[in-house]
């Protein structure tokens, strides 16, 4: 059965940082495009960051781009999200999406997902 689990959601202050991950149980996860994407309350889903099979990495939202890092680790099917200087606007919940073969910016293309980790950046 395939499983996206994240773990490493929080509060944290203006300025902090988080890091995220993404355990996945998905065979031959090095096939998948991974990403995350956040959700706050009354907005839609937003696209954040993706890695492709082959490592290499997109950041999708312009206030993030100097901020948040996208990382794998094949060998432990995981994928992470480094988050530093977070924002109250960074507030949301963020999610782990796996797509097979090609990245993606749209959830909508997305084959598995995770249930989601809160952030939650304090003023």
């Known amino acids: 059965q395939v499983q996206l689990v994240e773990s490493g959601g929080g509060l944290v202050q203006v300025g902090g940082s988080l890091r995220l991950s993404c355990a996945a149980s998905?065979?031959?996860?090095?096939?998948?495009?991974m990403g995350w994407f956040r959700q706050a309350p009354g907005k839609e889903r937003e696209f954040v960051a993706v890695?492709?099979?082959?490592?290499?990495?997109?950041s999708g939202v312009d206030s993030v781009k100097s901020t948040f890092t996208i990382s794998r680790d094949n060998a432990k099917n995981a994928v992470y999200l480094q988050m530093n200087n977070l924002q109250p606007e960074d507030t949301a919940v963020y999610y782990c999406?796996?797509?097979?073969?090609?990245?993606?910016?749209?959830?909508?293309?997305?084959?598995?997902w995770g249930q989601g980790t809160q952030v939650t950046v304090s003023p």
């Open positions: 998905i065979p031959n996860f090095h096939t998948y495009a």
């Open positions: 999406a796996a797509k097979r073969l090609r990245a993606s910016f749209s959830p909508g293309e997305y084959d598995y």
């Open positions: 890695i492709d099979v082959y490592g290499g990495s997109t």
